[in-house]
């Protein structure tokens, strides 16, 4: 990767999804996972990738940035953060999967007094990152499924390391949401969202869950990458389920959120 550049996938400006207000979330390029149900596929790797549109053309996703190409882009839209109370949302990929570009964006962020919040698996190894945590002012933090092996068949990797980072986060009293990217047949079950429930009550100073159902739309972008084999046609669950689980959530003394 060039030096004192970063690759980022997308910046996209007055997004009302990533937290509270008008925001922008800026998509850093890099993940540690192979989450099978992924819809940034062309987040992966942090490089800009080519894409095939069915014109025949070539879509180059993703550019490289310097931190200051990034801040003037924000800059823009500081009369909208302050009117509306928003800000930046890091995200990716993995924002946190280079330590370094991420703490070199909040850092210029924070001097400006942007609100910042950080959209993360929480994979990613704690002592590298801790400065950078207790600088944000909100994160969203995915918990995928709650039994290692699962997780590591749908992600490719355990969960012990992010649910020990996730109850860091809790004990540093942040503002937090529990993400929980919700696949029938995966991770849908009572048992597992009991569990889940009963981790965000046990471990966050902030008991609360979002949940996300499955969507399809990114099966456009791995077709474009050429590997449409490595999309995975899930689903979501029904109405029903969904307020089914909700109320197994409240149950377990855990507040329901939305951003969507």
């Known amino acids: ?36 149900w ?32 990034v801040i003037k882009e924000l800059r823009r839209y500081m009369i909208f953060f302050r009117a509306s109370g928003g800000g930046v949302t890091w995200s990716g990929g993995e924002a946190f999967f280079f330590p370094a570009n991420l703490r ?55 969960n012990g390391g992010i649910l020990s980072n996730l109850a860091r986060i809790g004990r540093s009293g942040i503002e937090t949401v529990v993400r929980i990217p919700l696949i029938s047949g995966v991770n849908d079950d009572d048992g597992n969202i009991r569990e889940t429930a009963a981790f965000v009550r046990e471990n966050m100073a902030w008991k609360r ?29 029904s109405r029903e389920r969904l307020e089914e689980l909700e109320q197994l959530i409240r149950g377990e003394g855990v507040e329901i959120v939305s951003y969507r």
């Open 104 to 158: 070199s964006l909040v850092k210029a962020a924070g001097e400006l007094g942007i609100h910042q919040a950080v959209e993360t698996s929480c994979s990613f190894p704690w002592d590298e990152v801790e400065d950078i945590v207790r600088a944000l002012d909100f994160i969203f933090a995915d918990i995928k499924h709650m039994n290692n092996d699962m997780h590591r068949k749908y992600t490719g990797a355990g």
């Open 209 to 237: 869950i979002e949940i996300l159902p499955w969507h399809s739309l990114g099966r456009i972008k791995y077709e474009m990458l050429g590997m449409p084999e490595s999309w995975h046609d899930f689903g979501a669950p």
């Open 1 to 36: 990767m060039e030096e004192k550049k970063i690759c980022v996938s997308q910046i996209q400006h007055f997004s009302v999804n990533d937290g509270e207000g008008v925001r922008t979330t800026v998509f850093l390029s890099g993940c540690p996972l192979r989450c099978r």
């Open 38 to 69: 992924c819809c940034n596929p062309e987040t992966r790797v942090p490089v800009p990738v080519a894409g095939r549109l069915s014109s025949g053309e070539t879509e180059v996703m993703g550019r490289f940035l310097s931190p200051e190409d």
